[in-house]
């Protein structure tokens, strides 16, 4: 076996959790990779620990697993090493009978887990399945953390391609003087694209003037219609800036019937005299059909529909959904100045399997409540619940009772609970327990 790392096998999942295998005997480090890549891992073995230092990152995305007796570099030195880089990162000592009081100590120290020789093939996946499992939670909320708090995030967020292309068209769409429609979902940011577009080009100087075409009675919109001269009048305040009809197919046909000539002829009625004015008109529509919205004048959208652009519904683009949440989680907090609360596995579960039918609009709506404590997901009443979720909820109540016995004093807590330290901090972030409300209650 080489020193270098060996490269995965063609058939291995790339995206499979990843594995350091550190095992100076031969045999034995092939048959355990085998078994690791058979149970779904992808491993690199190293037959020594230099090459497993130069190899793992502080922000390696995965678990080491090293024997503790090796040559020049033990696996003891190799895990403390490790665990100056990054205290985070899970380490699993493989040991001898001898060497168990040793790795018991080195657990109270921050290692992961210890196996002695001859380890039962169900128990090393096990731990490393749970290693795995605590790792992705950990850079999964580095990296949301570092997204909260970023300040040159653009406002239009998101990697899933028809979202990066519409973000590309905001800066050529600006300077454009042609009308735009924009297709999408009730909460999919319509408002936002079109706003980030006026912003973003000669028209910003000048107003945005919104208008709620489904709320709109005809006392209302006859005046819109009218420069009177006077401050503010009508769609005469746009001037030179950009009329946003929200909803632009649910308006009513008295305002269906105003908006077509303005359209075409872009002048407004002051007595008799036509007023020409300079609008760049920008409509909206839940519709996501190939013609005309159907209760939309089919004249009226033609003049309105220049360009029409689509804005796809969250669950379409579920790669953005970890960003977005974390964006407006870092802005709840900064808003309500609380800290940011960990990403919990439930929690993550949610994000990813919900539709959001309210797109965007409900994602911003539960990151504010996960920042007030309020949107940690739960069973509904009643509900029955699995093995799985009895032992979590048992274990919770277990952590937060001896944490108010031990009137906040955590140290203490972790002796009552008899767990390693690290054991103890994975669950509270398993568990999204806030200790720090907890030594607020006492």
Known sequence: MTDSP?????????????????EDDADLARATAQLLRLAGFAVETFAAAAPAL??????????????????LISGIDLFRQLHDRDPELPVILVTGHGDIAMAV????????????KPFAPDALIAAVRRAATARGLTLENRHLRSLAEADDAPLFLGENPAIRRL???????????????????????KD????????????????????????????????????????????????????????????PSHLQERLLPFAEQRVLRRRDEAVPVDIRVISTSQNAA????????????????????????????REDIPALFARFAGDAARRLGRDLPVITAPLRTMLE???WPGNVRELGNFAEQFVLGLGDPAPAPGAAKGLTERVDAF?????????????????????????????????????GIDLTALRRKD
Request: net charge neutral; charged share 25%; hydrophobic share 45%.
């Open 395 to 431: 274990e919770r109540d277990e952590i937060i009772a001896a944490v108010q016995a031990a009137g906040g004093e955590i140290g203490a807590a972790i002796r009552a609970l008899d767990l390693p330290r690290k054991t103890f901090y994975y669950k509270v972030n398993k568990h």
């Open 353 to 355: 399997r919900h539709d």
């Open 167 to 189: 973000r590309e068209m905001i800066p050529v769409l600006a300077n454009a003087d042609i009308d735009l429609f924009i297709e999408g979902e009730t909460g999919t940011g």
């Open 192 to 251: 936002l694209l079109a706003r980030l577009i006026h912003r973003a080009g000669k028209r910003a100087r000048h107003r945005f003037l919104p208008i709620a075409c489904a709320a709109m009675p005809q006392a209302l919109a006859d005046p819109l219609f009218t420069a009177s001269g006077h401050a503010e009048p009508g769609l005469a305040a746009a001037h030179r800036g950009t009329l946003y009809l929200d909803d632009v197919d649910r308006a």
């Open 6 to 22: 060996l490269p995965a096998s063609p058939s291995e999942n790339r995206d499979a959790p990843r594995v350091a295998l550190v």
């Open 54 to 71: 130069a190899a793992i990152t502080a922000d390696w995305p995965g678990v080491v697993v090293t024997d503790v007796r090796m040559p």
């Open 105 to 116: 100590q080195l657990l109270k120290g921050g290692a992961w887990d210890f196996l002695t």
């Open 290 to 317: 190939e013609g005309p919205p159907p209760a939309l004048l089919a004249p009226l959208f033609y003049r309105l529909a220049a360009m029409r652009l689509s804005i796809p519904p969250l669950r379409e683009r």
